[in-house]
């Protein structure tokens, strides 16, 4: 693995373990893709941070439990502001 996707990973990883940050909201902070940063997280961090991928996968887990509920937020604000 080259030097600068190790870096990225690394810290794409603290900046969603610090933040709580989804999938999405990550890939934009660094200007990266969704796919992207779902490889690194998934597949690359445990190769080098066993620890810190734990981390980032209860995270990671927690938002995708959560997804539905903030689909229903944003669906129902949209109709709000709609009338």
Do not use: C, W
Request: net charge positive; charged share 35%.
């Amino acid at each position: 693995m080259k030097d600068y996707m190790r870096e990225r990973v690394l810290e794409i990883a603290s900046y969603i373990i610090e933040t709580k940050a989804t999938v999405r909201q990550a890939a934009k902070i660094f200007g990266v893709s969704k796919s992207t940063v779902h490889k690194d997280m998934t597949e690359r961090l445990p190769e080098i941070n066993p620890e810190k991928a734990k981390l980032v996968k209860k995270v990671l887990e927690f938002n995708k439990a959560e997804r539905h509920i903030r689909g229903g937020r944003a669906t129902r604000r949209k109709y709000l502001n709609v009338n």
